[in-house]
């Protein structure tokens, strides 16, 4: 009798975070967004920056590669070193290179500092990301209060992702591009004014070796892969500098797998990707950014190009999308919780196949606005689900000491998944010979809804949900 009190509570106490939890996760929180913002907060930017500080145009790409190559390339690097050295202490660091390397490119008055600090935020990015996730995986155990912390963390960064073109083009219309960037300084003075108080990690029994020819291997492999990507989306699957980076990148990848085989304590543990839940749980999650980062870059060009809306407004337009990325964020946890992280992760992308199906008809009238509002907005939640329930399956069940693996494993699909979508998808739409670019957009936009779909597909196949 006097036990029945007590047990009702339990599983509503267990979905709840605790005071000290929630600071932490805003905190965590915080680092990310303000990264996922970073990804294309310049974008708008890019022509006034050159002509500011005194840019070639063909050079201009590079502020954006600049921090892709590493932010991409050296993310599962970072991810093992956060298991190896601490997650606590490689999170403080990068939050400290992200503003300095920030300040640096306020105050940029030529273009070899700005690149550099492109770099320092790239590098930070790497070394932040990964830590911060697999601080939020050891700090909940599997369930339902995972679930929804990954599902804040990932509706966040992806609204992020659309933030920031919208946020660029603000900062940079009204006041000035170097606020892109000091935006980041303020952000991190504040997360190293709380951070190091309210963030926890269990402690390390023993240090093992870092495997400094596997880590070599593996981020000269991710470094040359995403340069070859970003190169196809400027001069064409053909071209040498397209070409020659993915196949050393082939090669590295393969020396690495034999290294690592003969390696005591190897970067990778042999049984982590063998794990199905952790192999066809990041295929999905790089396909869901590769998906709906690159249906954003081709909506901004038909906003544009076709119905003659200014960038800032088409900006604000696709903010309906971040809206709905924000929801999918905050009932994904529920699906998974009800239903599984693969349910999760099939569901999101064959709904958001489906509702960017009819986007690939769209015609030059601006009576299809509201319809692609209305799509995208349903496509954002979605998409969503399907992102928190890849991130929930690529880390359940995966050891304590190997979580900053798993974590960097989960975000380096996101940022490869980022960088190579919209390349593929620009070299699509601009592809196909015709008058105008319309007919480009919709093969395009047709494409991509045929990838969500098939990734449904193979994912529900293969997958095996924990």
């Known amino acids: 009798m006097f036990h029945q009190p007590c047990t009702p509570p339990q599983p509503e106490r267990a979905e709840r975070f605790t005071p000290s939890q929630r600071t932490a ?74 503003g300095l390397a920030s300040a640096a490119g306020g105050l940029a ?20 990301t990964p830590a911060a996730l697999s601080l939020m995986t050891t700090m909940f155990p599997d369930g339902p209060v995972r679930s929804r912390a990954l599902g804040l963390n990932g509706a966040l960064m992806a609204a992020g992702f659309t933030v920031g073109a919208v946020l660029g083009g603000i900062l940079t219309g009204a006041i000035s591009w170097r606020w892109a960037f000091f935006i980041n300084v303020i952000v991190a003075l504040a997360v190293l004014a709380v951070g190091p108080f309210v963030l926890r990690e269990s402690s390390r029994r023993s240090r093992p070796r870092l495997d400094v020819p596997g880590a ?25 500098g397209t070409w020659a980076p993915m196949l050393g990148a082939l090669v590295l990848f393969v020396i690495f797998v034999a290294v690592e085989g003969r390696t005591k304590q190897p970067l990778i543990a042999p049984g982590l990707l063998w794990r199905r839940n952790v192999g066809w749980g990041n295929a999905a999650g790089f396909l869901a950014f590769a998906t709906f980062t690159s249906l954003v870059f081709l909506l901004t060009l038909y906003l544009q190009e076709i119905l ?49 199906a009819p986007l690939a008809f769209a015609g030059d009238d601006r009576a299809w606005l509201l319809p692609l509002l209305v799509l995208t907005f349903l496509g954002g939640i979605a998409n969503l689900v399907a992102i928190v329930g890849y991130a929930v399956a690529s880390t359940a069940g995966v050891p304590s000491d190997q979580q900053g693996l798993a974590t960097g494993l989960v975000t380096m699909s996101q940022q490869v998944g ?35 779909l098939l990734s449904a597909i193979v994912i529900g196949v293969f997958l095996r949900s924990r």
Not at 424 to 443: E, F, Y
Request: glycine letters at 14%; proline letters at 3%; one cysteine or more.
């Open 25 to 98: 996760m805003t905190v965590l929180l915080a680092a990310n967004f303000t990264l996922a913002v970073d990804f294309s907060i310049l974008n708008v930017a890019l022509p006034v920056i050159g002509s500011d500080l005194g840019f070639a145009t063909d050079a201009l790409q590079w502020i954006v590669t600049a921090f892709a190559l590493c932010a991409a390339g050296f993310t599962l690097l970072f991810g093992r070193v956060a298991d190896l050295f601490g997650r606590k202490r490689l999170f403080l660091t990068g939050i400290v290179l992200l």
């Open 109 to 128: 008055q030529e273009p070899a500092l700005l690149l550099t600090a492109r770099v320092g935020q790239g590098l930070a990015t790497a070394m932040v």
């Open 216 to 240: 070599v291997l593996v981020t000269g492999a991710l470094v040359a892969l995403v340069f070859g990507i970003d190169n196809a989306g400027r001069a064409g699957w053909a071209a040498p």
């Open 308 to 356: 003659g809306y200014t960038s800032l407004a088409a900006g604000l337009f696709l903010g309906v999308l971040g809206v709905g990325t924000v929801i999918g964020g905050l009932i994904a946890p529920k699906v998974t919780g009800k239903t599984s992280a693969k349910t999760a992760i099939v569901g999101g992308l064959l709904v958001q196949a489906a509702v960017v």
């Open 418 to 452: 980022i960088t190579l979508g919209t390349p593929v998808m620009s070299a699509v739409a601009t592809g196909v010979a015709a008058s105008t670019l319309l007919p480009g957009l919709h093969l395009a936009i047709g494409i991509n809804a045929g990838v969500a």
